[in-house]
């Protein structure tokens, strides 16, 4: 009985670390062309502006210092992560210590207060190109729409990027349902998945 419970205990991180499938999530229609109008365009980049610049998601979109950020449960205050962490040019911490140290890759509920959260795919600082901590959300709208700035996507593609993430349960999805008491992302990701499409149909206009 005892060698059973020990084995146990020893497949329990190894069971945490394994991926695990996610439903199968797809896109709803896009907008047919010229069914959305700038306005309309503008009033859905306001609430992907209110996502984008919120903590579960700027945190990680950080500039060449490498230094990743912190918005503890329970505060508003955001600081830059504890123990001096810093994810180097590799964004992954290879120059000193690994994200996946402390952050393993696992589809399971991210359900323990003030644990390392994790997702469906490595944990990782976002493209230095594409920061967005401490920027405007009139900048960000400029750097999501510019393909040299965003991954190589078009519209269709940013579309894509989502969907692909949440059928990884990946950071994005996260962001949204972080659990263990942390603020999500506001909106929930069905309804920034949508303002997406509507912003993109519109031609992707950023504000003045």
Partial sequence: MKRAI????????????????AEDIAAPPMPAPGSV???????AWTRIEAVVTHPRCANCHVGSDNVPMWTLVGE??????GMNINAGESRIGAE????????????MPNDMPQAPPHAGVDWQLAPVEMQWFGMSGRDICAQL????????RDGAGLVEHLVHDANLKGTIHWGFAPGGGREPAPGGFENHLRDIQ??????QPCPG
Avoid at 6 to 21: D, Q, T, Y
């Fill in 6 to 21: 020990s084995m146990l205990i020893l497949a329990a991180p190894v069971a945490l670390a394994a991926p695990l499938l």
């Fill in 198 to 203: 509507t912003w993109v149909a519109g031609g």
């Fill in 76 to 81: 508003t205050r955001t600081r830059p992560h």
């Fill in 96 to 107: 000193t210590l690994m994200c996946s140290t402390c952050h393993v890759t696992s589809a």
């Fill in 37 to 43: 109008s700038a306005a309309q365009a503008l009033e």
């Fill in 145 to 152: 729409k510019d393909p040299a700035r965003n991954g190589g």
